[in-house]
Every structure is written in structure tokens, then in C-alpha cells.
């Protein structure tokens, strides 16, 4: 699967860019996609907590994803 | 998004008198106002300033689930919910929570589950600078 | 009085902004405000307006007593107290308590216990008109 | 004893005024005040409370009362 993948906050930093391209090979659903990335970038696997959103819900790990789906990596958030 | 509700993500300075106005309502005795500013120091550390990001779409629809959320446990007649992105300096508020309820107890209460809920659930980050250093706020354990 | 309370009696309209000025503090990231207004009904009547008045020398003293209270059970760096005296409409501001502290929990129980105490201790009267005639509040079992 | 007494709320209504002469027979303190206006002012054994400030303090039963105190009727609060 292949994806315009948007991160935020340290995502962003670790990713280097809000917005990356991003292909992984595997299953194509939000687990899939953790795998790869925390393969391909560990400081990800540093995180306090790591979630996906798909199409702005936050999405469970079975949650399948296309190629038009907006997916957002949240980390873990620290508003107010 | 409901009517009695307003909820804003905004980039310039936040005005606790347009929550309130938002808020006032006849038929209401009771107003609490949370605001969240930003102090000069964290943990020990002297802090410069804040920089918020937020990923606007969603943390707008997840503030308006935390308003319905509180109107469905609370009898809250109105609120408003502002939130702050961009460079903050000490003193300047990052978050302004209002909520109007007939009764006293309601409005704290509701406006307590709003700010500890928003800093759970909401998709807004918030960066720290301070001296040596600048770090995501409560991205490691 | 101490110099980090900021307690009055008015006759004249309250100012949110006044009290939220006041309390703000570059060492606190929160504020709790609460805004008691007068309601358009009571136990099934329609009010048409308020009417409060004050012991005023004894009820300033009873407020910075309880100002002095909430900053002994809570890291309070700030708080105004200010409550209107006269005749007042529906929707007018009849109280406002504002509150800084460090962390948000304790401006949300400091802010809830003045406005707790100051309807159990506080020399103030509030007579209410609505259709068909006028009550002094709370002054029957 | 004789004094000045402050009344507010109901009280000033029930005392016909916010400053009245007050003068009454037996124990010059608050216990003594409070009994004599009640049998004079019936009215106020019917209200949910009735404290009596002294110099601005809340004042117990056994509180004496001197002709120079500030003597005032406090009925309930209803602030807020």
C-alpha cells in the first residue's frame, strides 16, 4: 500500500515533514502500517502512545486503509 | 455543529469576554470559565515560550464531542470551547473553556470534564521552549 | 488585605475582565472564573429583577476571610471577589470570583469553595421580584 | 440595655428599618437581645436562622453587648 501519510507534533520531526509519502508492504490496515513504520523509524517505538487516524476518527488496528483515506499519525497529544 | 455550542481553534490572542458573552444566557445562574495560560516555568526548567499545533479538522470535531459529552451529563445550556495555536509567550492563554448551567455545581463540573478531557482526547500538540532546549510535551513516558 | 486578593463590593456592574486581569500570574497555568447571574426564573416564577444588598464592612472582612481560607488548602496565587450590590436584570452579573493557580485542579476547587462559602457566611440579601409579588431569598425554612 | 441596632434583609422589614433604638430588660448580651426581640417580633422566631453580628463579627449567645457596639441582625445569607 502506498499512502500521503500527514504527522504531527513529534511525528513530524521523526518523519521529517507534515506530509510524506509512505509505502509499506503488508497488511493494509493501521496495524500494517505501525509495523512498518516503527521497522523503518524505532524513536517511533519511544512514544508514549502512537494512534492513527483515518479520515480525522481515530481508528482501531484492524481498521483497513486505502489509498484515499486521509491518515494521520497521532502522538500522544498535550493540548491546553 | 450545535448551535449552542461555539468552538474555535484560532491563531490570534483568545477573549475570555467573547466566551462569556457567547455563554450568558436568561435562563441561567451559573457561568465557570476555565482558562489555561502559559507559565514561565515547568518542571523546574525556565520556559520562553509555547508553540501549539493542532490538526484543525479533527481536533474540532473531537472538541465538539466532548461539548455534546458534557451537555448529555451535565444540564449545560451553553458552551464555548477556544483553543489557541501558533507562538505564545508566558502570560498568554492557550485554551478558554465556558460553559453556562442553570445551577452552580453543573458549570464546574462540566467545564472540569471539558479541559481533562480535551487534554486526553484532542489532536493538538504543544512544544516547549526553555533554556538549553525544546522538547514535544509529554511525547516519552 | 492581603495584596494577592482583590475584594469588592460594587454598585456598579461587574467586569469579568477586571478579575481575570488581576489574577493572571506568569508562575500559574490556570485560571478558574465563576460568574453567578441572575436568572429569568426561580421555582417556577418568572423574576423580573434582583435586589441585593450588603453589611458591607462585615461582608468584605468575610470575604477575605474566605479568600484566605481557599489560599490555605490550595497553592491560590491570585483571587478577586467581587460582588454587586442594588438592583440587578436578568442576565446581570451578580458575582465573580477569579482564581490563578499553578495546575488547574485547585483553581476549580478553590474558585468552588468561595462561592460554596460565600452563600453560607457572606452578610449578603438578595430580595427577588417576580409576578404577583417579592421574597427575601432563603429567609424562611 | 439600650443600643442601635442594624438590621438587613427581612429584618429591616420585620424592624420597621435599617437603624432602629433597641432597649430591653435582662441579660445584656446576645442571648438577652435575642429573646426580647423575639417575644416583641414574633416574625423572626419564624425565620430559618437569625445571628447577630458584634463589631462585625458573628457573635455567640453568651457575647456581651455594650452601649458602643456595632450590633447588627444578620438574617440568612443569600449571596451569589
Excluded at chain 2, 46 to 56: D, G
Excluded at chain 2, 84 to 103: C, W
Amino acid at each position: 500500500m502506498k499512502i500521503e501519510l500527514l504527522a504531527f507534533g513529534i511525528t513530524k520531526d521523526i518523519l521529517g515533514g507534515r506530509q510524506v509519502s509512505y509505502e509499506w508492504e503488508g497488511p493494509a490496515n493501521v496495524e500494517g502500517l505501525l509495523l512498518s513504520l516503527r521497522e523503518k523509524h524505532p524513536q517511533l517505538a519511544d512514544l508514549k502512545s502512537l494512534k492513527v487516524a483515518v479520515n480525522s476518527e481515530y481508528a482501531g488496528l484492524d481498521k483497513t486503509i486505502g489509498p484515499q483515506d486521509e491518515v494521520v499519525l497521532i502522538p500522544p497529544v498535550s493540548g491546553g | 455543529m450545535a448551535e449552542n455550542f461555539d468552538i474555535q481553534i484560532l491563531d490570534s490572542p483568545l477573549s475570555a469576554e467573547a466566551a462569556i458573552s457567547f455563554v450568558q444566557s436568561d435562563s441561567c445562574g451559573a457561568i465557570d470559565v476555565f482558562i489555561g495560560t502559559v507559565r514561565n516555568h515547568t518542571a523546574g526548567k525556565t520556559v520562553f515560550k509555547l508553540s501549539f499545533e493542532a490538526y484543525e479538522k479533527m481536533a474540532v470535531q473531537e472538541m465538539e464531542k466532548i461539548a455534546q459529552q458534557a451537555a448529555d451529563q451535565w444540564p449545560v445550556d451553553k458552551l464555548a470551547f477556544h483553543h489557541r495555536v501558533g507562538d505564545l509567550a508566558v502570560g498568554e492563554t492557550a485554551v478558554i473553556i465556558a460553559v453556562s448551567t442553570p445551577h452552580r455545581q453543573a458549570s464546574f463540573e462540566a467545564c472540569k470534564y471539558a479541559i481533562d478531557t480535551l487534554k486526553q482526547t484532542v489532536p493538538i500538540w504543544k512544544k516547549e521552549f526553555f533554556e538549553g532546549g525544546e522538547i514535544w510535551v509529554a511525547a516519552h513516558p
